[in-house]
C-alpha cells in the first residue's frame, strides 16, 4: 500500500490540484453526448478496407512522419506546399506539444467557455491560462476584454476554437483577424467542426507570421483513429516535431486515414445528412415550451432549460436511455445548459421524445 501523502511528496501541486477528464459510461444508451457522427461504413467500403489492413506490417513500426497520411491530407485540404503538416495522436496531443514548448513562466489564453483541454493542458503544466468570458448574448467574442488580456499578459498561445465548443457558433472573422493582428505569440485556430461550418483560416495562413490551424479527423467520422493535424509555417511545425514521439500515429490509424479520406464522397454525404438533420433538431426543442436552442455551426447542439431544471431533465433522459452532455455544473454562461449530438433521424427523434417526457416531468 503506497503513503497517501507519497504522491504528493512526489508530484507537482499543479498535477495534485487537477480532476480527471471523466467520460461516461454510454453502455446501453443512444449515445449523444460526445459529438460523433452517428453513421458507419458500407459493407463494400468495409470489405475493401480490411483488405488495405491484411498487409500492414504490425511487426515493424509505422512511418514516423506518416507521410503517405501526409499527402492525402494535403489533397483534401488543398494544403500548399509551403506549410508543413504534424501528426497528432488526436488534437489534445498536439495541444499538449505546443504547451510543452512553452517556457514554465508562459500565459495561455482562450475565450470561456470553450474547449476543456486547453485549460487541463495548460494546468497540468504550471502555465498561466487565462480564460474571457464571451458576451452573454450570443456567445460572441469580446474583443476588448481579448485585447487587454493580450496587452497585459502577451499570452505565448491563443486558442481559438471555430467554431466554438460547447457553444457551437463561429465568432466574427474580424474579431479573430483582430487577435492576430495584435498578438504576439501564437494564435491556433482550432477547426474540429469545420466539415459542418463551411468556414476555414486554412485558406489565410499565408497572411500571417503567427497563425496555425488545427483539425482532427474525430469529427468526420474518424473519432476511433485518434487523428489530429496542425498546418503552419515550418519554422513553427520544425520546433513542434522536436517534441512528437517517435510513431505517435500508429500503423493502423495511417492505413485506415489515407484510406477513408479517398472516399471524400461518403463523409460529404453523411455531413450533409447531419447538417440537415440539425436544423430539424434545432427547430424541434425550440417548439419545446421552456427551452432555447442556439444556432449552431457545428454537428451539436447547445440548449438552455428554465432555471434550476438542466440538472433533472439530463437524469431523466438518462433513465429514458438517451444520454447527452449535462454543461449545468460548469456554471457561469452554461448555467441551465445541455448539449446534444446531432444523431441519426432516429436518434434525433428518440431523443426528442424523451425530452418531451422529461419537460412534462420537471412541471409536475
Not at 489564453?109 to 458576451?135: E, T
Not at 520546433?239 to 490509424?253: A, G, H, V, W
Request: aromatic share 8%.
Amino acid at each position: 500500500m503506497i503513503p497517501s501523502d507519497l504522491p504528493a511528496s512526489i508530484f507537482r501541486k499543479e498535477v495534485l490540484a487537477l480532476s480527471a477528464y471523466k467520460v461516461a459510461d454510454a453502455a446501453g444508451m443512444i449515445k449523444l453526448d460526445a459529438m460523433e457522427n452517428p453513421y458507419g461504413w458500407p459493407l463494400d467500403i468495409q470489405s475493401s478496407w480490411l483488405d488495405t489492413l491484411k498487409d500492414c506490417p504490425l511487426n515493424r513500426y509505422p512511418d514516423p512522419e506518416g507521410r503517405q497520411l501526409v499527402r492525402a491530407l494535403r489533397e483534401l485540404e488543398a494544403i500548399p506546399e509551403q506549410f508543413e503538416v504534424l501528426l497528432g495522436n488526436g488534437s489534445d496531443e498536439i495541444i499538449q506539444m505546443l504547451l510543452m514548448a512553452l517556457p514554465p513562466t508562459a500565459s495561455v489564453l482562450a475565450p470561456a467557455p470553450g474547449f476543456v483541454m486547453y485549460k487541463q493542458l495548460s494546468d497540468s503544466l504550471g502555465l498561466r491560462y487565462h480564460a474571457v468570458p464571451l458576451l452573454a448574448e450570443g456567445f460572441g467574442l469580446d474583443l476588448p476584454a481579448m485585447l487587454a488580456v493580450i496587452a497585459g499578459h502577451q499570452p505565448s498561445v491563443i486558442f481559438i476554437a471555430y467554431p466554438n465548443n460547447p457553444t457551437g457558433n463561429l465568432f466574427s472573422g474580424e474579431a479573430i483577424d483582430g487577435i492576430i493582428k495584435t498578438a504576439n505569440g501564437l494564435v491556433v485556430i482550432d477547426e474540429a467542426y469545420a466539415p459542418f461550418a463551411n468556414a476555414s483560416f486554412m485558406g489565410r495562413l499565408a497572411e500571417y507570421d503567427n497563425l496555425l490551424v488545427m483539425r482532427t479527423v474525430s469529427k468526420l467520422g474518424l473519432a476511433g483513429l485518434r487523428l489530429g493535424y496542425l498546418v503552419g509555417k515550418p519554422e513553427w511545425i520544425g520546433e513542434l516535431n522536436k517534441i512528437r514521439l517517435p510513431y505517435n500515429i500508429n500503423s493502423l490509424t495511417q492505413l485506415t486515414a489515407d484510406f477513408a479520406l479517398r472516399h471524400k464522397a461518403l463523409f460529404d454525404s453523411q455531413t450533409q445528412r447531419i447538417c440537415a438533420e440539425r436544423e430539424a433538431l434545432l427547430a424541434g426543442l425550440n417548439a419545446m415550451d421552456g427551452l432555447v436552442a442556439y444556432p449552431s455551426a457545428a454537428n451539436f447542439i447547445l440548449f438552455r432549460t428554465k432555471p434550476g431544471q438542466a440538472d433533472a431533465i439530463f437524469t431523466s433522459l438518462k433513465a429514458q436511455g438517451v444520454l447527452i452532455k449535462n454543461l449545468n455544473p460548469q456554471g457561469g454562461l452554461l448555467a441551465d445548459c445541455l448539449r446534444v449530438t446531432v444523431g441519426t433521424p432516429e436518434e434525433n427523434a428518440a431523443f426528442l421524445q424523451a425530452m418531451g417526457n422529461s419537460l412534462i416531468l420537471s412541471q409536475c
